[in-house]
């Protein structure tokens, strides 16, 4: 699930925050291996339950941290909802004019209550940009239903790739709660299973993803 430029794509990848890297971690397809998919909703459920006991709502951000949120569901016993994927969207600016032009569609799916303190649930997270589109479409949808009563201050993903969202999330006043920390923890337990200048590569890159020179 761990692509690198030098065995998978010369080019690199442009991520969703519009930052390139000479890697990429592809969780989309954790559905299709359900053993790992149940153990990551049992720990990942388990961390949000102990940093964040209040929590009783889940949303999974479309597409990938649907199958998360509901296994991270199934292993807790909070609800899961989820979000529709408006595409081309990108920032909250795009999101209120998308909006504007969205029509009679929900852009949450699922049932919310009154009093409610929910968490938004992703694959990973790089600079936090398209969590806050997540968190506007749900907060635009809850008050569109006459909700009122009701937190969005939390986000749990799977693995944080570190690189601004933790420090992004503390100036915004949101819990961003992460299984895994890339640099701190992925990289030490997968570095066997990677070639030396796959690691070496991914490592130069975290360390300084701007000064980087794309070779």
């Known amino acids: 699930m761990v692509l690198t430029s030098i065995r998978d794509k010369p080019e690199g990848w ?13 969780l989309r397809i954790l559905s299709s291996f359900p053993e790992t998919l149940e153990k990551i909703g049992r720990a990942l459920g388990a961390l949000v339950k102990e940093e964040a006991p209040h929590i009783n709502r889940l949303v999974g951000i479309a597409f990938a941290g649907i199958p998360i949120a509901t296994a991270m569901s199934l292993s807790t016993g909070i609800p899961a909802c989820h979000t529709r994927k408006i595409l081309g969207v990108k920032t909250e600016e795009e999101l209120r004019e998308a909006i504007s032009k969205y029509g009679q569609h929900s852009l949450l799916e699922g049932e919310v209550r009154d009093g409610d303190a929910i968490c938004l649930v992703d694959d990973l997270v790089t600079g936090m940009e398209s969590k806050l589109v997540a968190r506007g479409q749900v907060i635009e949808e809850l008050e569109k239903s ?17 690189q601004g969202a933790r420090s992004r999330a503390k100036e915004l006043k949101i819990n961003l709660h992460s299984l895994i920390d890339l640099v701190d923890d992925g990289l030490p337990m997968i570095r066997n299973k990677m070639a030396p200048e796959e690691y070496k590569l991914v490592l130069d890159y975290l360390s300084n993803p701007n000064g980087f020179k794309k070779t």
């Open 14 to 26: 442009t991520l969703h925050s519009g930052l390139w890297s000479p890697f990429y971690i592809q």
């Open 146 to 162: 006459g909700i009122t009563d009701f937190t969005v201050d939390d986000i749990a993903v799977v693995v944080d790739r570190q």
